[in-house]
């Protein structure tokens, strides 16, 4: 008898249901939108229910539409997007829609904790710089802005803690999610310390049992099981957050391995056997799904939406033909800029486009993203592949930053699809890249972590040697990694220039708006 498992993840816009043989291969996905809400400037929600239901229908799906037996799938295996804050009720309901990570409200609360040395306290006991849209930043804000909601909190823990307490009725959390912010991260349990630092240490009893990924299984409620077609009593093994999940499913588990997402965020990361926090302040030190390791990991904000802005704001009459003519308008892209010389004709970009400013490698809630160096010799070209340029940059600041060396990286996410962008990431980097094949990575962790913890691989190892295979390298020219060195240089002393300026910009554009809000009130 075949056997399969299905993975999830719930991404920021997006929830997948993957259905996988044993040996790794993606045999059906099933795909749902979920809206990203922002109810005031710099604000990112999702309604939890929503995102919930979504999930439901896309697990019936691959029951219905691939026409594999209930009976044969052996485990489901979960993870989903990480940080923020989904709360739930004494009676399991949500208390207000979830925050999310790319949330910007308690963007002046991190500057305060900054200016007052509670970042850095806070780090030496998590390994994690705090941002606007970590958990401990929201519930301070929720305590001091909404109290009436945060006297409702029963349970505040993250999306896929929510989905497995639908899904199954436990409530719990894992390693990853908790090590930011609230984890002791060498003894990886929590700190109360740390939530002395944010103010929040009446609110403990919110913070829910850590289970690890390795051993976080349990059952397919029989309801849920009548919506969706699944076996009753199917096995839910609960994963790391997508991150960690997609390392594990890009075969990035061991030192010497970067595995980088080029997706929504462009997030960079390495496996540790022994924590290590330097350098100081900057990134994430994440107790790894995987028993005995940890990860170091530089999460800067955005990645491909810098793209998608881009092709929206500036180049939209060239999406809107390349939809009439029926062509592949990213490889319509690519072809204008590859012959565009390192550098963009004197154009530089920095990719800080998130309303919650920047998270890696450094911490700045007001960094905006910028053209640098436009004058009348230049085209909307050299600014396309000064964007591109700009995200390779990113992740060259965010590996700078990181402890150890690396040999390759590993590459997933939608900006691993453009063969222009993985040989810049090479040659920007001077590191070998290797693409999997697939496109589910988060997913394939998700289910090779469900594999291991149901015994049916001995070890991570064994799992991954069977279900992961590479289809792609990119070797780095070492001529156009010393020209983009030069570049970095360039990009690095340019932010550090705006640095103060951001908050300048910040300060202006906020008087400006109250004062406007004023005169409405008064008209």
């Known amino acids: 008898m075949a056997k399969y498992l299905i993975g999830i993840d719930a991404g920021t816009s997006l929830v997948k249901s993957v259905l996988f043989d044993t ?32 999930t439901v229908r896309t697990l019936n799906d691959v029951i219905v539409s691939s026409g594999i037996s209930p009976d044969d799938i052996v485990a489901i295996g979960l993870t989903a997007q990480g940080d923020g804050c989904w709360m739930i009720d004494k009676d399991g309901n949500p208390v207000r829609n979830a925050i999310l990570w790319s949330d910007g409200r308690a963007a002046d609360l991190i500057n ?6 509670i970042c850095d306290k806070a780090y030496n006991i998590c390994g994690s710089s705090l941002f606007p849209g970590a958990q401990g930043a ?5 305590k001091d802005n909404e109290p009436h ?4 909190i029963a349970y505040a823990f993250y999306c896929k803690d929510w989905l497995r307490f639908k899904l199954t009725g436990v409530i719990a959390t894992d ?30 009893k919110m913070l ?84 005995g390791k940890w990860m170091r990991a530089l999460g800067a904000m955005n990645g491909t939406p810098n793209l998608d802005w881009f092709i929206d704001q500036i180049a939209k009459a060239e999406k809107d033909a390349a939809k009439i003519l029926g062509i592949n308008l990213y490889k319509y892209f690519e072809d204008k800029v ?59 600041d965010c590996y700078k930053h990181m402890p150890g060396e690396i040999t390759e990286i590993h590459l997933s996410g939608g900006g691993a699809s453009s063969d222009l962008w993985c040989q810049m990431f090479a040659d920007t980097t001077g590191k070998v890249i290797k693409v999997p094949a697939g496109s589910e990575f988060g997913a394939k962790g ?53 640095w103060n300026m951001w908050d300048e910009l910040g300060e202006t554009m906020k008087e400006m708006q109250q004062k406007r809000m004023m005169k409405q009130l008064l008209a």
């Open 112 to 117: 305060q904790w900054q200016k007052e040395g």
């Open 446 to 498: 998700a289910v090779i972590n469900a594999a291991v913890a149901i015994k049916l691989f001995s070890d991570y190892d064994e799992a991954i040697s069977h279900m992961v295979r590479f289809e792609r390298l990119y070797e780095p020219d070492m001529s156009n990694h010393k020209e983009y060195e030069k570049l970095y240089n360039l990009y690095k002393t340019i932010y550090m220039t705006n």
């Open 175 to 204: 390693e990853t999610d908790a090590s930011l912010p609230f984890f002791d991260i060498v003894n990886r349990t929590y700190s109360d310390e740390t939530l002395e630092y944010y103010g929040i240490k009446d609110m403990r």
């Open 149 to 152: 909601n945060a006297s409702k």
């Open 338 to 396: 590859k012959n565009i010389p390192i550098g963009s004709n004197g154009v530089v970009y920095h990719p800080y486009i998130s309303p919650g400013g920047e998270r890696a490698p450094f911490v700045k809630p007001s960094a905006k993203a910028q053209f640098m160096g436009i004058c009348l010799n230049n085209t909307k070209y050299d600014m396309l592949r000064a964007v591109y340029e700009g995200v390779a940059m990113e992740m060259l």
């Open 23 to 54: 040996r790794g291969n993606e045999i059906y996905v099933s795909k749902q939108k979920t809206e990203v809400l922002s109810p005031n400037p710099d604000w990112s929600e999702q309604d939890m229910n929503s995102v919930f239901i979504a």
């Open 208 to 291: 829910p049992e850590v289970i690890p990924a390795s051993e976080a299984i349990s059952y397919i409620k029989d309801d849920i099981a009548e919506v969706t077609g699944l076996r009753k009593g199917t096995p839910l093994v609960t994963g790391p957050f997508d991150v960690v999940s997609t390392a594990i499913g890009v075969d990035a588990i061991h030192s010497g391995i970067g595995c980088s997402i080029v997706g929504t965020t462009c997030f960079n990361e390495v496996t540790m056997d022994t924590p290590d926090i330097t350098p100081l302040n900057v990134g994430m030190t994440i107790a790894h799904g995987i028993p």
């Open 138 to 142: 929201i519930l301070r804000w929720l």
